[in-house]
């Protein structure tokens, strides 16, 4: 990625298994829109940049890639070649390699439903006038014990990826955070070694344009928050921030009331109905999530692997991920 209300229809994985020499098994892996959805928008997204993409995908051990991915991959870094493989590099090694934001991500999972209870999340269905998704996110209990930092980095990605899952190539998306309930008990709960990798993946690995980062009712303490964030943050990233301490109505100039739920002064439905049917549409995609674990995890037997020991670093790390023993959160990340 170069820093710079989601409709869901029918999910559509289709597994075939082929045989060849070096692989018994492989997914074709669909997304719930097509390849001819983001050519309409963007011509640039031709046959030979996605077929040399998915050159370098197979050259790594990484197959069935769906072209609608490696779309939204050289779309979010504007078409640069070198750009978009490193966005490549990140996205497939952190998705192996950091399974506290990548693994288990079956929303069925109790440790996730607990934080789709005690938290909010919800891809706005109505885009900026710019075209822009707005990924909403807050409390939903302000209870400390109740936050559980990496459950809560995983749904968010997660809802980027279900509006990446429908939507395809977009202008650029927008994360929209309120602080509203946030207590100094909740850095607690929050680990160093997390933060940091959650500012790698969205200014690394995340395959969308990044507009800005907007925070409502931003706390009092946001001095104690910002020093722990902003070693992290590139200062093209940290330009996006923008904090709002005062009415609701200080971010209109920026996202229109017609985007945002009645809670803010919007014209949409309100944030407890809007979380409800995104807690809904995520069970929708469950396998999807499920399917897409399985393709980028190893999820192939050791014998059936296409990552052998003369790939590339990228490879060996997707290799050594496949053989950990992962789970969600149980307690307080460590720091």
Not at 89 to 117: G, W
Not at 197 to 203: G, L, V
Request: net charge neutral; aromatic share 10%.
């Amino acid at each position: 990625m170069l820093v710079g209300g989601c409709h869901f229809i029918s999910l559509r994985i289709k597994k075939n298994f082929l045989q060849s020499p070096s692989s018994s098994c492989f997914v074709m892996m669909h997304l719930g829109h097509t390849i001819q959805d983001s050519r309409a928008k963007y011509p640039e997204l031709t046959d030979e940049v996605l077929d040399d993409l998915q050159k370098w995908t197979e050259a790594r051990g990484i197959p069935g890639v769906p072209v609608e991915q490696l779309a939204l991959f050289t779309h979010s870094c504007y078409y640069d070649r070198e750009a978009t493989l490193r966005c490549m590099s990140v996205y497939y090694r952190m998705r192996a390699t950091i399974p506290e934001f990548f693994a288990n991500r079956d929303p069925k999972m109790e440790c996730l439903q607990h934080s789709l209870r005690a938290l909010q999340f919800v891809g706005l269905p109505v885009p900026d006038p710019q075209g822009n998704r707005i990924i909403f996110h807050r409390l939903a209990d302000s209870r400390p014990s109740q936050y559980i930092f990496n459950d809560g980095i995983k749904l968010l990605a997660m809802a980027v990826d279900a509006s990446l899952y429908s939507d395809g190539c977009s202008p650029g998306y927008i994360f929209l955070f309120d602080m509203q309930g946030v207590r100094l008990g909740h850095l607690t709960r929050l680990s160093v070694s997390s933060i940091r990798k959650f500012f790698e993946y969205i200014q690394e690995g995340l395959p969308v344009r990044l507009k800005g980062i907007h925070v409502l009712n931003a706390v009092w303490f946001m001095d104690k928050v910002l020093s722990l964030i902003r070693p992290f943050m590139k200062r093209e990233l940290f330009d996006m921030l923008h904090l709002y301490t005062g009415d609701v109505s200080e971010v209109y100039d920026h996202i229109p009331q017609k985007c945002l739920p009645k809670d803010f002064g919007g014209d949409l439905a309100m944030v407890k109905d809007l979380h409800e049917a995104h807690t809904l549409k995520l069970l929708e995609l469950r396998d999807y999530f499920l399917e897409e674990e399985r393709l980028f995890r190893g999820g192939c037997s050791a014998g059936d692997s296409k990552i052998s020991s003369s790939s590339s670093a990228l490879s060996e790390d997707l290799r050594s991920s496949s053989k950990s023993k992962d789970g969600c959160t149980a307690s307080a990340p460590d720091t």
